[in-house]
Nanobody, 125 residues
Framework: QVQLVEFGGGLVQSGGSLRLSCAAS????????MAWFRQAPGKEREFVAA????????YYADSVKGRFTISRDNAKNTVLLQMNSLKPEDTAVHYC??????????????????WGQGTQVTVSS
């Protein structure tokens, strides 16, 4: 089992940057496929980015490709989401998620076993 806590959300102007971090408990962090999702008011939770267990492969939603970068540090039990060129449509609660059994990335939230409490990202125009 793993517990996830997100940090780094906040208010930023359009075009600005934020870096989200997710701290995981437990000694087997490297066994988990990690991802970021987000949910805007009145909308369904959507996939943002994912990273393989080793960190060698990353995946992005088309809406953030080229602007966001996901990375992980297995020694520090941390996964990061660097968000650049932020847009008002990026405004949402951003969640860190972990999957124990995935062998390939999934954009489906049901495929992830553990979730953080979320951190609010607000981008003003």
């Amino acid at each position: 089992q793993v517990q996830l806590v997100e940090f780094g959300g906040g208010l930023v102007q359009s075009g600005g940057s934020l870096r989200l971090s997710c701290a995981a408990s437990g000694r087997t962090f490297s066994n988990y496929f990690m991802a970021w999702f987000r949910q805007a008011p009145g909308k369904e939770r959507e996939f943002v980015a994912a990273i393989s267990r080793s960190g060698g492969t990353t995946y992005y939603a088309d809406s953030v490709k080229g602007r966001f970068t996901i990375s992980r540090d297995n020694a520090k039990n941390t996964v990061l989401l660097q968000m650049n060129s932020l847009k008002p449509e990026d405004t949402a609660v951003h969640y860190c998620a972990a999957a124990r059994r995935l062998t390939y990335y999934s954009y489906r939230s049901d495929d992830y076993d553990y979730w953080g409490q979320g951190t609010q990202v607000t981008v003003s125009s």
